[in-house]
């Protein structure tokens, strides 16, 4: 069930390349299928599966950024349960969850001359100052300022997101994975 371009390349780096989901198409009936094959134009992302590029180091990038998605999507889930229990120190460590430890390793080689690079670090470290925050007013019943704070949360997650996209969008340039036309992505 691939629903992004990243569970594409991901599966793509694992040598799966039979997969169905949102990101392929949406379900159809049977007797449209025939005219959606022929018009059907696979993301040219999809090329970097091909390309010449680090695949380890891509791959690992991917999975960090899926990990940390996730992991704020479930924050943010749990926080609606009153039984939940949370440690809002632990959220404050932004060096120790996976997008953390990709980012002050592979990704800081790779990538760390790179201004874009660089200015993800303040948004993530805000990303988890924001959830600990969240995670003290939901404790303390405020329930206004955790919706304040969500919003904030998501504001942050989706600056993160745009500079994840550029590092993408580097990645196709480098690797000259281009549109049609030959127009680079």
């Known amino acids: ?29 049977a007797e449209r299928i025939p005219r ?13 599966g091909n390309s010449q590029r680090p695949s380890r180091d891509y791959f690992e990038m991917l999975l960090a950024e899926v990990n940390h998605r996730h992991w704020i999507e479930r924050l943010v889930d749990e926080l ?12 404050l460590d932004h060096h120790q969850c996976r ?11 790779q990538f760390g001359t790179e201004s874009w690079f660089l200015s993800m670090e303040p948004v993530h ?15 303390t019943g405020n329930l206004a300022e955790v919706k304040k704070s969500e919003a904030g949360l998501q504001v942050l997650h989706d600056e ?3 500079l994840l996209r550029s590092l993408r969008g580097d990645l196709a340039e480098k690797y000259q994975v281009t549109k049609q036309h030959g127009e680079p992505i």
């Not at 069930?1 to 009936?29: F, T, W």
């Not at 988890?128 to 939901?138: K, S, W």
């Open 160 to 162: 993160l997101d745009k």
């Open 125 to 139: 470290q805000g990303i988890h100052q924001t959830a600990a925050q969240l995670c003290e007013q939901r404790r």
């Open 1 to 29: 069930g691939v629903e992004s371009i990243d569970h594409v390349l991901m599966l793509l780096e694992l040598k799966c390349n039979l997969m169905q989901g949102y990101e392929i198409a949406r379900p159809m009936p």
């Open 36 to 48: 959606w094959i022929e018009k059907f134009e696979p993301n040219p992302l999809w090329q970097l």
């Open 99 to 109: 997008f953390g430890h990709w980012y002050y390793g592979d990704g800081h080689r």
């Open 80 to 91: 609606s349960d009153p039984q939940a229990a949370f440690n809002p120190e632990l959220l």
